[in-house]
């Protein structure tokens, strides 16, 4: 069979023609999936919130500052914690713009919105960032005002929401720890104790009390520390109320004078002095006595309540040391610390 030879010229063109259009272009990147560069990332537990920042932010450090709150006659009405992440090329003859994180209580952060205080000059409040079930998070109003080098940058990271959250960690000290505490009269010989940590998610706060201690947290409607003590068969307890973050210092104040008028007695009121509580009363009953502290730590009100026999008041000497001097609030500040 003979083949036609008037196919051959065809089949030149079609081959002439797959040559003449090269490879298939490369595949080009999907503008709305951009690469990410491998990130660094901030974390505070005790806040809950984390941050992520560029890779070349490695080697970057923290500040922390503290912000304050004033009523429009220059009261001081609130203060809590700034945190600035700071750029590792920043130095003291160059500066460079930081990354700054106000940190309010759910209950600040409600008074700023009302008015109730305002942050510095500038007429604009911080620009929230985030929140958990504690804490917001927010921007200062014109934080970059003065356009120092880096500002841009620091925008931009702002700009990809980099802040999540999680709910603060309360406490990540031991379960048990080993105390050096005084005991005898006037506090003169010094003995080793076992203590065990109070920390639970209902409590603003986390300490220690001695290992033949017990406790319980009551939330009605809101939460109750209770610590109890028995020594030869005597009852010695602590009781600690944290009053809603609502509560005004007026409603605070009524709570305690309530308080007061429940246990009997003729308060003296001002005889112990503790830095951190702005109300104190004693009641003498004789056998016993009840001691109340009202203090204040970042818009919470709170109570303790002290009882305990005259007798047992040396052998509730190490219960106190533990309790007061080891509590911290969520954010590590100690009690003693508290204004």
Request: proline residues 9%.
């Amino acid at each position: 069979m003979k083949r036609s030879r008037r196919a051959w010229p065809i089949l030149l063109l079609l081959v002439l023609a797959a040559c003449s259009q090269g490879p298939p272009p490369a595949a080009s990147p999907n503008p709305s999936q951009p690469e990410t560069a491998t990130t660094i990332t901030f974390t505070s537990d005790p806040y809950g919130f984390r941050v992520d920042l560029p890779s070349d932010w490695k080697g970057y450090t923290t500040v922390e500052e503290t912000w304050k709150g004033e009523s429009e006659t220059g009261e001081k009405v609130a203060s809590g914690p700034t945190i600035l992440l700071r750029s590792p090329l920043w130095t003291a003859e160059n500066p460079r713009q930081d990354i700054p994180i106000m940190i309010f209580t759910l209950h600040q952060w409600e008074m700023l919105q009302e008015g109730q205080f305002q942050i510095g000059a500038a007429p604009i409040n911080p620009s929230e960032l985030g929140r958990n079930d504690t804490y917001v998070f927010a921007l200062p109003a014109r934080y970059n005002y003065a356009f120092l080098p880096g500002y841009q940058e620091v925008e931009k990271i702002l700009a990809s929401h980099p802040l999540s959250t999680f709910s603060p960690v309360s406490d990540q000290r031991p379960l048990r720890a080993d105390f050096l505490v005084y005991v005898g009269e006037g506090n003169e010989s010094q003995v080793t104790m076992t203590y065990q940590l109070v920390a639970s998610l209902e409590l603003p706060m986390s300490t220690y009390i001695p290992d033949a201690a017990s406790w319980t947290v009551e939330v009605r409607p809101f939460p109750v520390l209770r610590s109890d003590l028995q020594v030869q068969g005597e009852d010695l307890s602590l009781s600690t109320y944290f009053y809603p973050v609502r509560y005004s210092e007026d409603e605070a104040v009524a709570a305690y004078q309530k308080e007061l008028q429940s246990l009997g007695g003729r308060p003296e009121e001002g005889v112990i002095v503790r830095p951190w509580a702005f109300r104190t009363a004693q009641i003498d009953h004789g056998k016993t006595v009840d001691v109340l502290f009202l203090g204040h730590y970042q818009g919470q009100f709170f109570l303790i309540h002290e009882h305990f026999p005259w007798s047992m008041a040396e052998a509730f000497g190490p219960m106190l040391q533990g309790f007061y001097g080891h509590w911290q609030w969520l954010d590590g500040t100690p009690l003693e610390e508290t204004r």
